[in-house]
């Protein structure tokens, strides 16, 4: 199974910076990484007119939209539950780690985001043994996680390659101590 690492906190507390962030410094790093992104609200890639549009109002369950740069792949769970996490990640391509974003209530490791101006101050962590540590833009209680500026995306980054064991592809660039 790929090693997953994922990003939770509430709403506003820089999850998806801190995510967006993170990629970026493992793929610098020479890993292969993939993405989910846990969305609590009904979403739509795709717009209306556009071919794939028109064959998912037409019925199928699932359209795929390829092209030379990319593809995708939509599909309809008409009143179906959401898949499980795990089944998401299990339809992913072959990668050296997958980031979560979202999913706070699932059981993988994940570092809780903190923002001052946040839409909540009530912490996760007390009642989440899957949060192993606290990105904050604040000073605040770690709950005995280690505790990390939301800024600090190198120190996250070798935080996540101690945490997940992770050994850096050979030809990746090394970080040097500043």
Known sequence: MTPLFGITGWKNSGKTTLATRLIAEMARRGYVVNSIK??????????????SFRHREAG????????????????ELNGAQEPAMREVIARLGP???VIVEGYKREDHPKIE???LEG???LPLAPDDAGIVAIAADHPTDSHGRPLFDLDD?????????????LRRPSSAPVRTAS
Do not use: N, P, Y
């Open 38 to 51: 846990h969305a609590h609200h009904a979403f739509d890639i795709d717009r209306q007119g556009t071919d």
């Open 113 to 115: 985001c903190r923002r």
């Open 60 to 75: 199928a369950r699932e359209v795929a939209i390829v092209s030379g740069a990319r593809w995708a792949l939509m599909h």
């Open 95 to 97: 990668a050296d780690l």
């Open 119 to 121: 839409r909540k101050d």
């Open 153 to 165: 995306v190198a120190g996250i980054a070798d935080f996540v390659e101690d945490h997940l064991a």
